[in-house]
């Protein structure tokens, strides 16, 4: 039992990193679910907008939902427009807005790293037709294949011919070398911005862990005596209307020290 | 046993978003068990007007259905006919009424994008004939496949030939497209809104906290209250009947004092 | 149960060893799934680089986990940057590091002596036509087969006909041969390195295992400790917010202290 204790206060301690690892791979494993229930290559001229369409949209809802589920969002924006300019400096918080950002785009960079991975997208979308897109992408495919392959490209994804099986080898081999240069430079970059954020604080390692916890019990106090007073006032208020008597005074925190403490 | 309590109280604390979530799970497999057992496109005349009321029909059932069991809107509606003018101003009504209609519509919109998402619906909506719809929704189907296309149209959902998997592939394509774009916008939408909503706030993130954490409390006081004000009530009324005597008089609070706290 | 007590005592003492063991595992195990689900030889002029990118980008993304997820190279960055002077020796802190690299490479090179092993990325490896390479590599597979031979060899891990699996299997072996050299010079150096760590040591057996049970008692008592002191020092402020009143004076370390304690 003691053991087992201890195996989930080290789940409790991590549980950043957990959790991180819990969305990664939600986001890994709707995306798989994902590419074998939905995606169909229409293999004709959409091909390019689908399959960009695809790939790019989930992982945008990913990125809105990681802002709006997250709570420091609303603690960052509640009343940033209102008029009392001395909060916390801008710097300060341009920083929290860059962390948030970063926890955000954690479920976003699995889903385009897992469908890179996966290659289903990519073949779609370089074989189909792109007003957009610069035109070697396509024509390098079909360098020694002679007049018709350019014509045939974009029904590539959906045959299963011997030359048809060669491009599509090509792109998934390129799809996934893809996904593993975007893997490893996300990877390297956040690492070496962890590196610099942490050698730059003035504060030292216990010092950090130390306010770490203080911040938390500070929370719980707050929710436990934000209750306590809340239950006092909400009876004062329901008594005194029940039996039709005026009110007692009753002392609570103004706005200005509200917004102190925020 | 401490962190099984941990775990309970950070989902009591975001209910709402699990709520939203579940709901929206529940609507989007419904619609696929929908389009699965129930939904079989007719493949004749009738194809446009089927799809359209099988697609929108439930929408519209999901949205009264999250209008009638939200007990909001009944706190609203409730005596706002009646002759009480200083009840609460036009604008504050106007923001409840945004709130409830934004919490009712989540449902709906899972439907559609998940129906959209699907493209059974859209295939069988696009191909069928449409006196209302324009026209080009139709013709494009069939630029270059000459002149027996436009009348084998509606019939192509049910084939399996080639030409008729051509389109069925060009339409399931449009479908999702036209799904992500329904999700992302109503998402980003959703999200400015938000944004917006906290960024005008007037006080801090914490009080709001405060005040959400009061408001639970005054319900449940009042419940309690009540329940037991109530008993009272009814127990001097019994009385007074079985024993034939004159009620005495007892303090209870007004039609007008009950309008304003509401 | 005694006995169940025994044995998790033991995993609790060995738990280094189990979880470096662990962490293996996990390697190993992860890229026999990737191997079979992910990685796929293109069988052309690309199988060079894929292979290489395949085999060794994982590996990176292992080690930037193993670094990123170790809290002992935040303690010992956390304010290296910031201008304490007297802190600790450049020899420490290069040992300290040595030992994190150690930690963290452990992961990768599983990795890499499991897909050595495997032999799959390394037949992709040799087979592609390689500019950086020395030539070598590819023409002593061909030395006495003839002309056709070197036009044919990127074709071979995807063909089944007697010469490639003749080259196949001489293939594999040299990658298992490879591997087991890999596994046996690593495992080598770390017993060398950790033979001279030990016998460099001034100090004898018994006193590192005490030292040892002295730092982590340290930890557990600080750690006590300081969610004591947090939770008197959070108490106090969240009292003073709500009673309006002025906070008591808080008897708490400076900063000079917690860096002089790191």
Redesign the interface.
């Given at each position: 039992m003691q053991?087992f204790q201890?195996v989930?206060g080290q789940?409790?301690k991590?549980k950043t990193?957990l959790g991180y690892g819990a969305l990664s791979l939600l986001a890994a494993g709707g995306e798989q679910l994902f590419s074998q229930v939905?995606f169909?290559c229409?293999?004709?001229a959409?091909?390019f907008?689908?399959s960009l369409?695809?790939m790019l949209?989930?992982a945008?809802?990913l990125l809105?939902?990681g802002?709006?589920?997250n709570s420091r969002t609303?603690?960052l924006?509640?009343?940033?427009?209102?008029p009392f300019p001395g909060r916390s400096s801008r710097r300060c918080r341009l920083r929290v807005l860059g962390l948030l950002a970063a926890g955000a785009s954690v479920a976003p960079f699995t889903w385009i790293a897992v469908a890179l991975?996966n290659a289903a997208y990519y073949e779609c979308l370089v074989t189909g037709e792109q007003p957009l897109a610069p035109p070697w992408l396509r024509t390098r495919l079909c360098l020694d294949r002679g007049e018709a392959c350019m014509g045939d490209l974009h029904r590539m994804p959906c045959e299963s011919g011997e030359e048809a099986q060669?491009v599509i080898?090509?792109l998934?081999?390129?799809s996934?070398?893809l996904g593993?240069?975007l893997?490893?430079s996300v990877?390297?970059f956040?690492?070496v911005c962890?590196?610099i954020n942490?050698?730059?604080?003035?504060?030292?390692?216990?010092?950090?862990?130390?306010w770490k916890?203080?911040m938390?019990?500070?929370k719980?106090?707050?929710?436990a005596?934000?209750?306590e007073?809340?239950?006092k006032?909400?009876?004062r208020?329901?008594?005194s209307?029940?039996?039709?008597a005026k009110p007692e005074p009753f002392?609570t925190?103004g706005?200005r020290?509200?917004?102190q403490?925020?």
């Open positions: 053991n201890t989930l789940c409790v991590h990193a939905v169909q229409p293999c004709n959409w091909s907008s689908y369409v695809s949209v989930p945008l809802v809105l939902l802002f709006l589920l609303w603690r924006l509640t009343g940033c427009c209102a991975l060669q080898r090509y998934r081999a390129e996934q070398v593993w240069i893997i490893a990877m390297s956040a690492l962890t590196c942490h050698c730059r604080s003035p504060v030292s390692y216990l010092q950090i862990k130390f916890i203080y938390e019990k500070e719980e106090m707050f929710e005596k934000a209750k007073h809340a239950a006032l909400a009876e208020n329901v008594h209307f029940f039996e039709c002392q925190p706005n020290e509200w917004h403490i925020s």
